[in-house]
């Protein structure tokens, strides 16, 4: 159940509309990582959600992201405000200058239409509070590029609001999916396949015209990492000598375990 205050969260004060900026914040209001796509995507995850306490959580949190959808709305439709009247101002963006009146609309900084598609919700709940780390960190990330672009200091003033309640919320995500006990590479109920998925493909090659280097690093060495040097290559190779899996796509474990130790004699 929903009910509207008419107050906002945070008071909006702004000095001098900018038309421009006001087009930049709309990323907020209809974009990707914006309040209305975080609203939708955890109150949705929050009705699939049977898990009680992480539900009030997902239901608390989209709430509050539909008050930050009123705020950012409320500040970008103060800054596009003068485009109805003023042909200046209506030229930075003629979209929202001749169809929207300098009203604020469901479309992102680029004119595209908001869609469902923004939406990440798969109904298995750990997966889907990574999903929402995730939108918190985007979300952080473009606040602060606005802030960056802001000379306004009542609206840097509210968007510094809106950039700390996203890493609140990133905070209690966190917390939200390391309370659930599960270790960090553990996705739903089928383990992987032992060998392989200890095999890091080298699909690259060499050092880059630009110094681009061959890197090394704990995402493909130590502990149980195998390296599997130019896999393409050695595919090619063995369709050469005819010793290629039949079912063309190959690569079994076998093959995969051949190539390992191939490389470990060397
Ligand atoms: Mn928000
Ligand atoms: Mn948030």
């Not at 421009?20 to 209809?30: A, H, I, S, T, V």
């Not at 950012?72 to 001749?98: E, F, N, Q, W, Y």
């Not at 469902?116 to 999903?131: C, F, M, N, P, W």
């Not at 050092?207 to 690093?217: L, M, Q, V, Y």
Request: proline residues 5%; contains cysteine; glycine residues 10%.
């Amino acid at each position: 159940m929903y009910h509207h205050l008419k107050k906002l969260m945070y008071t909006v004060n702004v000095g001098t509309p900018d038309p421009r900026f006001g087009n930049m914040l709309l990323e907020q209001f209809g974009g990707a990582n914006g309040e209305l796509a975080a609203a939708m995507q955890y109150s949705i995850q929050g009705l699939n959600c049977d898990d009680p306490d992480r539900k009030d959580l997902l239901m608390d949190i989209g709430t509050e992201e539909l008050s930050h959808l009123e705020v950012v709305g409320t500040l970008a439709r103060m800054h596009l405000k003068p485009m109805k009247s003023d042909r200046d101002a209506a030229h930075a963006d003629p979209l929202i200058a001749i169809a929207g009146g300098g009203g604020v609309s469901l479309f992102n900084s680029m004119g595209n239409a908001w869609t469902a598609d923004y939406l990440k919700i798969t109904g298995e709940l750990d997966v889907d509070l990574r999903s929402n780390i995730a939108a918190e960190a985007r979300a952080k990330i473009v606040y602060e590029r606005l802030i960056d672009f802001c000379e306004d200091p009542g609206t840097i003033d509210a968007l510094q609001f809106l950039m700390t309640r996203e890493i609140t919320h990133m905070k209690a995500f966190t917390a939200a999916l390391e309370s659930m006990g599960k270790p960090a590479l553990s996705i739903g109920r089928i383990p992987p396949t032992p060998e392989l998925v200890n095999q890091y493909f080298n699909d690259s090659t060499g050092i880059g015209d630009r110094g681009e280097p061959d890197s090394r690093g704990p995402w493909n060495q130590g502990g149980e990492w195998k390296i599997v040097d130019a896999p393409a290559f050695q595919e090619l190779e063995s369709e050469k000598t005819g010793t290629r899996a039949a079912n063309g796509h190959s690569r079994s474990e076998a093959q995969m375990n051949k190539s390992t130790s191939a490389k470990a004699e060397k």
